[in-house]
């Protein structure tokens, strides 16, 4: 079974440019998400999609942060304009349907796309 | 609100040792608690999780982690530590009733090997 596919797996931009990064779910899995992990700190969810609907994007600065999953399958994220701040791992994951009984939390991860900003 | 905390940035031991790492969450609903593993370059991997039952887990790679809610809190063990055991731990928490695939994520500990 193939995993989550992520690209690209690095990228070096300078501020204020523009980055997107694309993420392709394990077959089948109906939720997926967008973590950034920033150096020396835990994995930050930052929107978390049902199908092609959003269920939480509570935490994505959405002044210049977007993602979208147009279909239910695939997404991209998009950082317009980047900051120095947002230099980190965005990371992929997938799960199954989140209800009850289906499945108890356990997420697949990509290996993640690393964003340098200068 | 929940959160786990992670006690220990960097745990090093030496190969054949006890490995022993620590987890303390805080959560207002009966939580989900996990364990997941970063390899170099690479994405998280479950190691195991705690949802109901036995409050003793056992993981991947002869790992396993206990359920204390008195204590409220998830060790990581593992009775020998291997050079492949190195790597990044994350702990993790999730809400019964607040969307239980939420996972919060604690600061990660990394685990040194030597030989």
């Known amino acids: 079974e193939a995993g989550v596919a992520q690209s690209p797996r690095y990228k070096i931009i300078e501020k204020r440019q523009s980055v997107a990064f694309w993420c392709n779910p394990i077959?089948?899995?109906?939720?997926l998400y967008w973590y950034q992990q920033i150096l020396g700190q835990g994995p930050k969810l930052l929107i978390q999609?049902?199908?092609?609907?959003?269920?939480?994007d509570s935490q994505l600065p959405k002044d210049r942060f977007s993602a979208e999953r147009l279909k239910g399958v695939d997404s991209t994220l998009k950082i317009q304009p980047a900051k120095l701040e947002d230099s980190a791992v965005y990371l992929c994951?997938?799960?199954?349907?989140?209800?009850?009984?289906?499945?108890?939390?356990?997420?697949?991860f990509g290996e993640g796309s690393r964003l340098t900003v200068l | 609100a929940q959160s786990v905390t992670q006690l220990g940035s960097h745990v090093s031991v030496s190969e054949g040792a006890l490995v022993l790492l620590r987890c303390n969450y805080s959560?207002?609903?009966?939580?989900?608690l996990f364990w997941y593993v970063q390899y170099p370059n690479q994405g998280l991997q479950l190691l195991l999780k705690?949802?109901?039952?036995?409050?003793l887990v056992k993981g991947i790679n002869g790992f396993e982690a206990e359920f204390k809610k008195s204590e409220t809190s998830f060790h990581l063990t593992k009775p020998s530590a291997h050079m492949s055991d190195a790597a990044e731990y994350f702990c993790?928490?999730?809400?019964?009733?607040?969307?239980?695939?939420?996972?919060?994520f604690g600061t990660g500990t990394r685990l040194l090997v030597s030989p």
């Open positions: 994951a997938s799960s199954f349907s989140p209800d009850r009984g289906a499945n108890t939390g356990e997420l697949f």
């Open positions: 077959s089948g899995h109906a939720t």
């Open positions: 999609f049902q199908n092609n609907g959003v269920v939480d």
């Open positions: 959560s207002s609903v009966p939580p989900y």
């Open positions: 705690y949802t109901t039952g036995a409050t």
């Open positions: 993790a928490v999730s809400g019964v009733n607040t969307g239980f695939q939420k996972l919060v």
